[in-house]
């Protein structure tokens, strides 16, 4: 059974830093792309990041130049840097990625609160 499990959420002042970890667990051939979306109450879930097996990243403009998505494939765990946090960042933060294991399927995670104080 593969599950994806984030970690890193939390209470934070504005201009301050999170990073949130997306780690896969369970039997698998490999992870392709994983991606982190954003809920903010009231709000449609929005895409955050992305990265590719390749490494080859792009981002919402919203948080260019401010959040960095990194993976550490050995680990199996993706990274979400998170800089210059501001109170609109205030949203549940989950992961997706597609996971070969061996067919395609798509996976997300239980999400994790990230809450930015003005």
């Known amino acids: 059974q593969v599950k994806l499990e984030e970690s890193g959420g939390g209470l934070v002042q504005a201009g301050g830093s999170l990073r949130l970890s997306c780690a896969a667990l369970?039997?698998?051939?490999?992870?392709?792309?994983v991606a982190w979306y954003r809920q903010a109450p009231g709000k449609q879930r929005e895409f955050v990041a992305r990265?590719?097996?390749?490494?080859?990243?792009n981002y919402a403009d919203s948080v260019k130049g401010r959040f960095t998505i990194s993976r550490d494939s050995a680990e199996n765990t993706v990274f979400l840097q998170m800089n210059s946090l501001k109170p609109e960042d205030t949203a549940v933060y989950s992961c997706?990625?597609?996971?070969?294991?061996?067919?395609?399927?798509?996976?997300w995670g239980q999400g994790t609160q990230v809450t930015v104080s003005s």
């Open positions: 997706n990625a597609l996971i070969f294991s061996p067919t395609a399927r798509d996976y």
């Open positions: 369970g039997s698998f051939f490999r992870i392709d792309r």
């Open positions: 990265i590719t097996s390749g490494g080859s990243t």
